[in-house]
């Protein structure tokens, strides 16, 4: 296990000093994420009052989808590159450095993610919608009250467990289905999924989740007592645009670690 820890940290370091060598891929991550945040609302407070208008917003709506999965598809791969060349930066021209095979790639892999994604948070409502039940299932049978509470508790905490492993397992596999192709994607996928239970890669989920998605959460929610007015609406935009820039700087250092992680052996010689 400490073997484990010690290439999680490794892993973190070098991807922190990959990124600190590459402000224009950070900023223009984190620029293009905003635009397309409002795009995305711009699109939905569009009216439905005419033919032409649902036809511009389906082409809208097309565009962001074509554009988004072009740069995630262009950031993934570079990312990649990056930590299996040992490049001591990424640059921002990468972006635009992929091609139609890894677009078909990418695309069956969203919607493979999101049956995924849907079925496992399916299971985990209905679950969660049953604590009670349990709770007095467990009461019947031991001849105590049981609270339902701790029962929520212990289904949250596997709740979380799963969603870390899963995070992990979907962008490990997606980073060797765009580097390697389909076959060696799913040769490994026991040794992918292996990893992101107990080994290094889910460590540096875990971590990503704590520093990243936590603190954005509490950045994004808290409200400091501000007069109303500009200085309002001012705060507000600072707390979610600081929300949104550390979850796009927590994104590229979980993609940077675990294809970090994900390089084939021969390659360890090499690492930071």
Known sequence: MLTEIQRALAAWKWSLAVLARSPALVVALIVFTGLWGGAAYVWLGLPESSTLILVLTLVWALAQ????????AGAIDSLSEAAWSSHACVRLRSLVGFDRRQMARLC????????????????FAWVND???????????????PVSHVPVEWVFQVIEAFVWLVLAGFIFSFLILLL??????????????????????????TLLAAVIFAWGADKLAVSHPRVPSGFWD??????????????LVVGWLLEILSLAWLARPQTTDSTAI
């Open 65 to 72: 989808v074509a554009i988004t999965v072009a740069v995630f």
């Open 233 to 246: 609406y001012t705060q507000m935009l600072v707390r979610l645009g600081g929300a949104l820039a550390w």
């Open 108 to 123: 069956a892999w969203l919607i493979v993610a999101f049956l995924i994604t849907w079925s496992v948070a399916a299971a």
């Open 179 to 204: 580097r390697q192709g389909w076959g060696a994607a799913l040769h490994a996928i026991r040794r992918t999924l292996a990893g992101c239970t107990w080994r290094a890669p889910f460590l540096t």
């Open 130 to 144: 049953h604590a009670l039940e349990v709770a007095s299932f467990l009461s019947l049978h031991s001849g105590k």
